[in-house]
Structures are given as C-alpha cells and as structure tokens.
C-alpha cells in the first residue's frame, strides 16, 4: 500500500477512525453502529473478506468504571454471537504501522510522532479499579515487545514524576525495574 497516513498528536477515536476508513476503503462499514437490539453502540466498524470488525476505542473510563468494564463484555459477547471479531484499542496505545499489524492484521504505513504509553494523560494505572488494572496487566503483556518497553517506560517516567504509588497500585509494581 502506497498511501502514508499521518497521525498528528496523540491517537484519538477520531483519528483512528479517519486512518481505518482511508485503509479499509469500500469496506468500512460506519460509526457509532447499534449493538444487537439494545441502546448499546460499537465505535466503528468495517468489513474486509467477508468478516466484520467492530473497533472500539477505550478511554480512561473503560478501565476506571467497573460497570463500563460490564458493558464492554457484553458488547463484546454480541459482537462474538454475531460472529464479529472486536478490536479495542486502550488510550495509552499510539497507532503506528506496528500497532496496525498487531491490532488489525492489516498492512499499510502510518507516520506518528507521539510515544506509545502515559505521556499526555494524568489518568495513569494507580486509578484504575480492580478490573481495569486486569485489563491494563492483560493488555500491556499481549504487546509486541518494543511497544510494552515504551508503554513501561513512559510509567517509569511517570513515576519519576509524580511518585510510584500515584502512578501503579501496589499489585503493577513490579512492571518497573526501579520500584
């Protein structure tokens, strides 16, 4: 694929909307699109051979708020009921052509500038709630490894900061060498 996408600043549901619309192309399928028959709905979705995607792009929320945790696995299972593969992209992650690959499978050349991890939010770890922390530890480990070292290395800047304790709950300490 020819086209370089260029993403300014910090990776929003805009943005990832703007650069998976421009990849899918005829496939995309829209935004803000109903979940089943509830007043639920998926941020975004496309259709490429014959398989639909849901992408939703979680912010802070979805890893403070325990019962937004709820609403997304049962979106989650919709989407799986229908046959639908879901994506979720975590705010901390930037999307780059690697982030591409690993999220979507697909291929294309993205220029970003912004660093993967906590660099523009004052929402780190240490707020999340206990499912939320779950799902950071969960989703941190399934990262290709030079996105976990800058997501990791952005906490250990963090911390320098602003203290270890108000950045990682006690049960995340050891993601940082130094703790």
Same mark, same amino acid.
């Given at each position: 694929?020819?086209?370089? !996408?260029? !993403? ?60 937004? !945790? ?7 299972? !919709? ?101």
């Amino acid at each position: 694929m020819s086209n370089v !996408i260029v !993403i300014e600043g910090y990776l929003i549901q805009s943005k990832l909307e703007a650069a998976l619309k421009s990849l899918i192309g005829d496939g995309w399928i829209g935004r803000e699109l109903k979940v089943g028959d509830t007043r639920r709905r998926w941020d975004m979705a496309y259709r490429l051979d014959g398989a639909t995607t849901v992408v939703e792009f979680d912010g802070d929320e979805h890893y403070r708020n325990a019962l937004k !945790i709820k609403v997304d696995r049962e979106k989650d299972a !919709i989407a799986a009921e229908l046959g639908y593969s879901v994506v979720r992209v975590p705010y901390w992650v930037q999307l780059t052509t690697e982030t591409l690959r690993h999220y979507f499978g697909l291929e294309g050349v993205i220029e970003q500038s912004f660093p993967h991890g906590f660099i523009a939010t004052k929402i780190f770890p240490a707020s999340y709630c206990e499912l939320g922390v779950e799902r950071f530890r969960r989703e941190l480990e399934a990262l290709p490894v030079v996105m976990r070292d800058a997501v990791i290395q952005s906490l250990e800047a963090r911390a320098a900061e602003h203290g270890l304790e108000y950045v990682l709950p006690n049960r995340l300490s050891d993601l940082i060498s130094n703790a």
